[in-house]
């Protein structure tokens, strides 16, 4: 199963959504179109904005480094960051602050404890470019890389529960090695959290 | 730069009925001059209405005679293909009353007294305008805009027709705006006012009947509203220090280029603006306050909210910051209203509202076609 249709399995019907660097919004159009869900999408790229709009998508020109503190607590059901946390400045603060924001909350990220990613920094001993992380060192928007299990403590070092996980290979599948070794064979994973 | 909308021609619709105004007193035999561009569709449904900001008047897009005089004042956005496109909608902007463009305003006669309102004319609110346009709908046959669009002034208006006729509008467009005006928004009409007001030729406001009129008062005024209607960069990309004659006179005759172009602006002005009109905006501006009667709970005020609202600041705009419109958005949010907010670099100020500039341009077009 794609992202796409796990985050939509765990939105229920009617929701309000919060979807943080909801780039063209496709996550969010998804979920209007089969949860009837009230959607709000926070972006920073003006193309990416004007393509929200033009999917009648509400949205708003914001820069998540600069704070969240003009979302209200528990002002949405569900909080989605996908592909976001990674590239933020403060991604501890920022976790803290969708658990505020959100009564749930989905989190997607790269897994830099792939297989490839720790054999390949091994046999090279150069920084890792891979599929899912294609960029340079200096030049990647990803500043705040960490493996699943880095991710993990984190969550139960600000007393963020995690309620369901999946973790995906490179092809974007959930197979056997990914369910039972997630940190090594998972490329990326999603993560369903709550304060 | 595609055709605009060509010539156009000021219509005038007479409310059939007096208007109660916030201020409790009423105003009769009122006139709304007003264009409109494009055509209207059959069911009624592709209505915009175009919402004036503090010096504006309903001449927003096209010329009168001759396609090399000034055009409308928001010519750049309206028009066949443009953001606000005439091929599609039917495009609505009236002179707002207490106006000096033809709707009855201190300029007009008072039915009453046979002479000039001048100073006794009433007070008017945002509220007051948005009435007033809704007769002019009615008049029209328009049941509900498609939307509201305004900047600055303007803005508020098309915030206040959400507020107030939530089923007669599916969309507004909240451009270049604030929830209210700050204490510095506040002190800049005083000056303005001051600078009208003590003018010898004001005359208490009753220059109407007399020879002279406080121009020198109105173009003061007018000189330090568009200061703040420009940014810091901008005045300098486009004036620096250049001097006119290339060199320092040593005296107090315009010597900066500056100068000159404030001297101008403010000439031009004081010749086609009367000045109660100018009182009145800048006091109808700073009432504007939609929070008030929620004990300044804009979260509240907003909640009769139906239609989509589009929030647009300007990086440079210091009148009224991408912070102030901020306000607008978060307390929308708080609503659960739907809310879109874009803020757009640009080096104009608060007169960015003015240009087509490119995103700008997109967003309008992309919300109004959504």
Known sequence: MKTIEIINNWVAQNSSVLDLGCGKGEILLDLIYSKNINAVGVEIDSSNINKCITSGINVIEQNIDKGLNNFIDNSFDVV?????????????????????????????????????????????????????????????????????????????????????????????????????????FGASAIYKITK | MSEGVGKVKEQIFKLPTELLLECG???????????????????????????????????????????NERLGWWDALIGPNKAIDTNK????????????????????INPVTQRYYGPEFPVITVKDWVNSQAKLADYLNIKCWHAAIGGSLGGMQALEWSRLFPDRISKAAVIAAAPKLSAQ?????????????????????????SEKSPKRGLRLARMVGHITYLSDEAMRDKFGRELKEGKLNFGFDVEFEVESYLRHQGDVFSESFDANTY?????????????????????????????????????????????????????????????????????????????????????LTAFLGN
């Open chain 2, 89 to 108: 909608y039917f495009v609505v902007c009236p002179n707002n009353i207490g106006g000096c463009h033809g709707s009855t305003g201190p300029s007009s």
């Open chain 2, 185 to 209: 928004n506040i002190a800049f009409n005083e000056v303005a006012r001051q600078a009208i007001i003590t003018d010898p030729d004001f005359q208490e406001g009753n220059y109407l009947d």
């Open chain 1, 80 to 184: 989605i960051m996908s592909q976001t946390i990674q590239v933020l400045k403060d991604p501890k603060k920022a976790l803290q602050e969708i658990t505020r924001i959100g009564n749930e909350c989905i989190v997607t990220i790269p897994n830099f404890g792939h297989w490839r990613t720790r054999l390949s920094l091994l046999l090279t001993g150069k920084m890792p470019v891979t599929d899912p992380l294609p960029e340079s060192w200096f030049d990647t928007p990803n500043i705040h890389l960490c493996s699943l299990e880095d991710f993990e403590l984190l969550c139960s070092d600000t007393s963020i529960q995690i309620i369901k996980k999946i973790s995906f290979n490179s092809s974007g599948n959930s197979n056997i090695f990914t369910r039972a070794w997630p940190n090594l």
């Open chain 2, 25 to 67: 007193q009423t105003l009769k035999n009122i006139e709304l001059t007003y264009e409109t561009y494009g055509e209207l569709n059959s069911d009624a449904s592709n209505a915009i209405l175009i919402c004036h900001a503090l010096s504006g008047n309903h001449h927003a897009a096209g010329y009168y005679k001759d396609k």
């Open chain 2, 279 to 363: 009182l009145l905006m800048t006091k109808l501006l700073d009432y504007y306050d939609p929070a008030e009667k929620y004990e300044g709970n804009l979260v509240r005020a907003f909640e009769t909210i139906n239609s989509k609202i589009m929030v647009i600041s300007f990086s440079s705009d210091w009148r009224f910051s991408p912070e102030r419109s901020k306000e607008i958005v978060n307390a929308l949010l708080a609503a659960k209203k739907d809310t879109t907010y874009l803020e757009i670099e640009s080096s104009h100020g608060h007169d960015s509202f003015l240009f087509a500039e490119n995103r700008y341009v997109n967003a």
